[in-house]
């Protein structure tokens, strides 16, 4: 596994703006996938977006159109450009990484994205 580190979420109006950027340690090779997750109060852990080194993106829906992501494949480091905020978009937003298709999933820490007026 690797070690993920994020950073960038906070508290923000609906309409709002918010980067989350993660960085990734212990893999000399690009990883396979990175993107996030996240997992709002009562609800099971949800991808957002993850992208792969062959450009595979899942994104979903919800949140098409509006968030971005972004990856430094030689870095390592993946950034969440999240637009258009709204409440509905507050949880805990997780990064994610495989090295390798079927590897195990490395998490980072988790970082509090709160929508409210």
């Known amino acids: 596994q690797v070690q993920l580190v994020e950073s960038g979420g906070g508290l923000v109006q609906p309409g709002g703006s918010l980067r989350l950027s993660c960085q990734a340690s212990g893999s000399a090779n690009p990883l396979f996938r990175m993107g996030w997750f996240r997992q709002a109060p009562g609800k099971q852990r949800e991808v957002v977006a993850t992208l792969t080194t062959d450009d595979f993106l899942d994104i979903v829906p919800a949140v098409k159109g509006r968030f971005t992501i972004s990856r430094d494949f030689a870095r390592n480091s993946v950034v969440l450009q999240m637009n258009s905020l709204k409440p509905g978009d507050t949880a805990v937003y997780y990064c994610?990484?495989?090295?390798?298709?079927?590897?195990?999933?490395?998490w980072g820490q988790g970082t509090q994205v709160t929508v409210s007026s």
């Open positions: 994610n990484a495989r090295r390798w298709l079927g590897d195990f999933d490395s």
